[in-house]
RNA sequence: GGGCGGUUAGCUCAGUUGGUUAGAGCGCUUGCUCGACACGCAAGAGGUCGGAGGUUCGAGUCCUCUACCGCCCACCA
């Protein structure tokens, strides 16, 4: 035993974390059973510069639940990943090195990126880019794992992976080419979300909506054939070339006799019909719409509703089309000469050039009319989405099967959530699905999309019959690859071959994450240990992505749930409890607060925020937490010390029996909240016992423990340091998954080997049936001799001459077993008893100078 | 428009199936250097548990209504 002089918290993380990795504390034993591994799937962080207090209050708590399920004999199946591939990482190489992918520009194979990145992006091919992608993410991978490490997460990092890695690419590329051959993937032409920044498509779980200004506009449309003329109102006039219909409810009696009408569209002339639908609504505007090709979701559900044609205006890079849509023979020459105005300028600059023409026309009636409505947008943009026709491949989820949306909520049922009310969100965004998964991304740094198609003898490439490789060739790139039959040298020609150019969204890969880290494909003996997986921990913020496309990806590849409990953590606020965000400017890095509390105290204050619960970050949360780690290092010395004084055990005293007993009770406690995810409540319940034990019956006990009782050793002695030691050895252990650092230190005082891999404390190897009265008693009346002593402004260490203690007849019977150490704790010649209805104390202070 | 969570001491939060004078920490006040602990210890002040009604012997805890805050979802011309 070897307890330091000055005990202290400092340099705890750095002298523990390498010696957890020599010894391999943490690793996983793959010769375990499915039975006795707990797997959990551990969220792979997005590469993005650096970690958030959010995501150390999640993985956190998180590895408080991996430590206890490990000393509860469980063998950890507890891997990291890294999310770096994506638009996330392609932002911030543009950012960092002041880039851009242009992949119609050639390799150069001088190239360097600049020192500093410049005011205009450079324009690079696309395998410079990649290069660049995976130089970056490399960097700050090793700032994430530092930062972990010194978290204290008992992760196993040998098993680490990347959403980029080969691993990864192969999985992802398998369960695509799965998908396909089940009919599950597919790719369409349809309009599609599209942001104008990034020029990709981007799908239903990236929106988010805005509150933007915008305005009412009131035009003209005319009536042909003695109809009179009808105004619309769109907050959209510049989309007014794409107008093909307007439309009204089908109950509108202001519009129902004109229905099937044609009129001509303001300044373009453009004949139109005017049509029913059920989702016009006549409260809105003048209670009828015209319907462009797309100025909104809205525009494609009429669309395709009512068969209208397509005249697209909008181009991709979000400028109007240089060539004005085909409006049909009759409209003449004006209408081409109009739409002139309007190519090539943004969304913004055309609406503001066609409403100058609308009001010089005389076909814009009154003034706009400003109003603020939700726009949508990509969850990272900062333009609003445009609507555009593409092609891309689709997983199907729901989105436009109601059997199978049925078929997810089942599973979500199935899914055991913490806490469970999250399963709300879960159900309605399956509910709301109105598409299906759209996967592919017209981007750079991602897993390709494993396709070649033939081009036929016109050059044109045969988008319905794509090529496949074999799934023992995977990973493969279509942009270097080629596929069987064909030389490298048919890439691009007539009668060769092209690959898909897209690359798959980071869903569609993330959403493998039980299946890349159990090896699926890979490795089966591992695959069959590992998988389904027992927990996914995660934040709120990605139920309608990440986890509900992996429970998507299981139960289409393993007709089974990917894991069977789900724990949800809540939200980080700032200090002033707003929600975090980098436009705001009030994010705190963890670093500093790591370095200032310490890892233990960081861990303390995720710790303490409930399962579910939004927790500000708090700097008086985590000292407390140094506090009570400071509190184990002394009071460990203490018991330790005294356990170097004589004997311990056995523990025969009622009242050594009656603190073990109520241990006990903290132990179950503790255990039962564990077992529910509920971490929080088990340290709520353990520190509330530590400091009992610390106020109180270390206090109650110490000069027994010391010996100092008739003269040298007696049989109280030994029982106090039984229990002392006993009760030590558990409460080191009880926040173990908590205070990792200075539980370990403290355990490593006495004991061999590490806490972590101890057994969870038990019921059983504590006293069952001790009275817990005798030690609430004690407490009681020593708490109240405090106060005496408090009141009179004295030392608790002054001299009492007497304590006289009234009380009911069971609480004084339970008293006398601990009279003697309660007469010691309050410095007192006597203690007498006498009956009462309730606890009343006399203390009786020694006069100064008697 | 639909749904979820929250509203308890100045601040941040506990309060498990309803049960004696509602708890903790921080902050505040007053003391205390005693053989674990001044990165400490002890004591104290401070709340009619958002509002209204109801069930019950008894409600912070259950029911109804309501106000406010936060979040999720929604076809948002």
Same mark, same amino acid.
């Not at 494993?450 to 023992?472: K, N, Q, R």
């Given at each position: ?47 993005? %510069? ?234 809105? %505007? ?45 409209? %003449? ?419 061999? %080997? ?97």
């Amino acid at each position: 035993m070897s307890v330091p002089e000055k005990p202290s918290l400092d340099g705890l993380e750095q002298k523990w974390g390498p010696q957890w990795e020599a010894d391999r504390t943490y690793a996983f034993d793959r010769t375990k059973t499915r039975g006795e591994i707990f797997a959990i799937d551990t969220p792979p962080p997005t590469v993005s %510069g650096s970690l958030h207090m959010g995501s150390v209050f999640g993985y956190a708590q998180t590895d408080t639940i991996a430590r206890q399920r490990r000393m509860l004999g469980l063998e950890l199946f507890y891997p990291m990943g890294w999310d770096d591939n994506g638009l996330a990482t392609e932002r911030r190489v543009q950012n960092y090195f002041g880039v851009r992918c242009d992949p119609s520009l050639p390799v150069d194979p001088d190239f360097a990126p600049p020192e500093k990145p410049g005011d205009r992006e450079i324009p690079i091919a696309r395998q410079s880019f990649v290069d660049l992608c995976e130089q970056l993410v490399v960097e700050d991978e090793k700032k994430f794992e530092e930062l972990w490490r010194m978290l204290g997460l008992s992760v196993d990092w040998s098993m680490t992976y990347t959403t980029i890695g080969e691993r990864s690419r192969r999985a992802s590329q398998r369960a695509f080419l799965r998908m396909l051959a089940r009919g599950e993937a597919y790719s369409s032409e349809a309009p599609t979300l599209w942001d104008v920044d990034d020029r990709t498509a981007v799908a239903q779980a990236e929106l988010e909506d805005r509150e933007m200004a915008a305005a009412y506009h009131a035009l003209t449309f005319h009536g042909v054939d003695g109809g009179g003329d009808v105004l619309i109102e769109t907050t959209r006039p510049e989309l007014l070339p794409a107008c093909v219909a307007l439309v009204a409810h089908p109950d509108d009696e202001r519009y129902r006799a004109r229905f099937d009408e044609t009129v001509r569209t303001p300044l373009f002339g453009v004949p139109v019909p005017i049509l029913a639908h059920p989702l016009a609504d006549p409260e809105k %505007g003048s209670g009828i719409a015209m319907i462009c090709t797309f100025g909104d979701t809205t525009d494609v559900v009429w669309w395709r509703e009512l068969r209208l044609p397509l005249r697209n205006v909008m181009g991709r890079d979000g400028r109007l089309v240089a060539e004005p849509p085909d409006w049909g023979e009759e409209v %003449g020459k004006d209408a081409v000469a109009q739409y002139a105005e309007l190519a090539g300028k943004t969304a913004k600059q055309a609406q503001k050039r066609i409403v100058e023409l609308l009001a010089e026309s005389g076909e814009l009636v009154g003034d706009p009319k400003p109003i603020q409505h939700p726009v949508k947008f990509y969850e990272r943009g900062s333009r609003p989405l445009e609507i555009v026709s593409s092609r891309q491949w689709y997983f199907r989820n729901g989105g436009r099967e109601a059997d199978l949306r049925a078929t997810f909520l089942a599973r979500g049922e199935e899914l055991h959530w913490h806490p469970a009310h999250m399963r709300q969100r879960y159900d309605s965004w399956v509910e709301g699905l109105n598409t299906d998964w759209l996967v592919s991304r017209q981007r750079f740094f991602g897993v390709p999309i494993p396709v070649w198609y033939p081009i036929d003898d016109g050059g044109e490439p045969v988008w319905d019959a794509p090529m496949l490789p074999t799934e023992a060739v995977l990973p493969i790139d279509p942009a270097s690859d080629a596929p069987d039959g064909y030389t490298p040298d048919q890439r691009g020609v007539p009668g060769g071959f092209v690959g898909d150019p897209d690359v798959m969204d980071t869903w569609a890969t993330s959403s493998l994450t039980p299946q890349i880290v159990t090896g699926w494909g890979d490795d089966d003996d591992l695959f069959t240990r590992t998988f389904p997986m027992d927990l996914r921990p995660q934040g709120p913020e990605i139920i309608r992505t990440w986890l509900f496309d992996t429970i998507v990806r299981a139960h289409f590849e393993h007709d089974s749930l990917p894991w069977r409990d789900t724990a949800i953590n809540g939200w980080v606020l700032d200090p002033d409890r707003k929600k975090m965000s980098k436009s705001k400017g009030n994010v705190v890095t963890p670093m500093p607060l790591l370095e200032k509390h310490g890892s233990d105290a960081i861990r303390y204050w995720a710790a303490s925020g409930r399962p579910g619960t939004d927790t500000a970050v708090d700097e008086g949360q985590m000292k407390v937490g140094r506090r009570l780690a400071i509190k184990l290092l002394n009071v460990s010395k203490f018991v330790l010390g005294v356990m170097g004084e004589g004997p311990a055990g056995p523990i025969v005293d009622p009242i050594d029996r009656s603190m073990l007993t109520s241990l006990a009770v903290t132990v179950e406690e503790c255990t039962a909240a564990f077992e529910r995810y509920d971490y929080a409540r088990a340290l709520e319940r353990a520190e509330r016992f530590f400091w009992g034990f610390c106020d109180d019956y270390v206090e109650l006990v110490k000069h027994r423990a010391y010996g100092d009782a008739a003269g040298s050793e007696d049989d109280g002695a030994a029982s106090a340091r039984g229990a002392l030691s006993a009760a030590l050895s558990v409460l080191q252990r009880l926040f173990a998954p908590f205070l990792v650092y200075v539980t370990e230190e403290v355990w490593s005082w006495w004991q061999e %080997g590490s806490i972590h891999r101890e057994g969870w404390p038990t019921v059983a190897e504590l006293a069952p049936d001790g009275a817990p009265l005798v030690f609430a008693v004690a407490a009681e009346v020593l708490g109240t001799v405090r106060k005496a002593k408090s009141d009179a402004k004295v030392s608790m260490r002054a001299e009492v001459d007497r304590i006289v203690v009234t009380d009911t007849e069971m609480r004084l019977a339970a008293l006398r077993l601990a009279i003697d150490d309660v007469r010691r704790a309050g410095v007192s010649a006597s203690v007498a008893t006498e009956l009462g209805v309730a606890l009343a104390v006399t203390t009786t202070l020694v006069e100064p100078g008697s």
